[in-house]
């Protein structure tokens, strides 16, 4: 059974920059494409980033290409986001969600969710 646990979120100040956490636990994390996404107070869930399973391609939401970075490192089983220049507006709960299927932008076709960790942007 997959379990994915999100770690690494906190409260930051604007500006700032934070990397988040998410331990995949079964087998099979390689054959995986993984994503993130966040859900604002009050909001929908979005996407946040993709990345494919070698972690050759990634995608972004397009309008935070440059402060968002994501990774992974298939031999600790273990997804990445690196978020620079911290903004009020990433104040979120980011979820990491993966599918044995290419990256995609959406919530379709994930077969697995975290429960998230939230991300508190001071002004």
């Known amino acids: 059974q997959v379990q994915l646990v999100e770690s690494g979120g906190g409260l930051v100040q604007a500006g700032g920059s934070l990397r988040l956490s998410c331990r995949f636990s079964?087998?099979?994390?390689?054959?995986?494409?993984m994503h993130w996404f966040r859900q604002p107070p009050g909001k929908e869930r979005t996407f946040v980033a993709g990345?494919?399973?070698?972690?050759?391609?990634?995608l972004y939401q397009d309008s935070e290409k440059g402060r968002f970075t994501t990774s992974r490192d298939n031999a600790k089983h273990t997804l990445y986001l690196q978020i620079n220049s911290l903004q009020t507006k990433d104040t979120a709960v980011y979820y990491c969600?993966?599918?044995?299927?290419?990256?995609?932008?959406?919530?379709?076709?994930?077969?697995?969710w975290g429960k998230g960790t939230l991300v508190t942007v001071s002004s």
């Open positions: 990345i494919s399973t070698g972690g050759k391609q990634t």
């Open positions: 969600a993966g599918r044995r299927m290419p990256i995609a932008t959406t919530e379709n076709g994930m077969q697995f």
């Open positions: 079964g087998r099979g994390f390689g054959a995986y494409s």
